[in-house]
């Protein structure tokens, strides 16, 4: 006969048990999970944030001034993109002004860029 794995207690039963023991009952309503494996864990994170891989954000920062250009480039720069929006910084008001006032040719530019072909628009806010 193959020996299988013990089965835990329920929460009565540990509870009956620190009560036997004069140890305080377990009151929490979380119940106990089965533990991932540690490098399915770590293979998640990495894709989650994109370790060690290309993004499109990571893309857009490389050329950003390529795109903006140097003067806009150094009061500007692409934080993230979230359903089909980009999210841009800008820390001077005509700037931000500047980069409106072009968006359409911006957008073009922007969607030459690998990965950010699905960006439809452009979120400046300031920071």
């Not at 979380?30 to 540690?38: A, G, Q, V, Y």
């Not at 002004?97 to 452009?122: A, T, Y």
Request: net charge positive; charged share 30%.
């Amino acid at each position: 006969m193959a020996k299988s794995e013990p089965q835990p207690f329920s929460r009565a039963i540990e509870n009956l048990i620190a009560d036997f023991r004069g140890i305080p009952e377990n009151r929490s309503r979380s119940r106990p999970r089965t533990p991932k494996p540690l490098g399915e864990l770590v293979e998640q994170l990495i894709v989650k944030h994109q370790i060690g891989r290309p993004s499109p954000e990571q893309a857009l920062r490389d050329r950003w001034t390529e795109i903006v250009g140097a003067a806009n480039a150094n009061y500007s720069h692409p934080v993230r993109i979230e359903r089909g929006r980009l999210l841009i910084l800008v820390s001077h008001a005509v700037v931000r002004n500047e980069l409106f006032m072009h968006r359409d040719p911006l957008l073009q530019k922007i969607r030459s860029v690998p990965g950010c072909e699905d960006i439809r628009e452009l979120n400046l806010r300031a920071g």
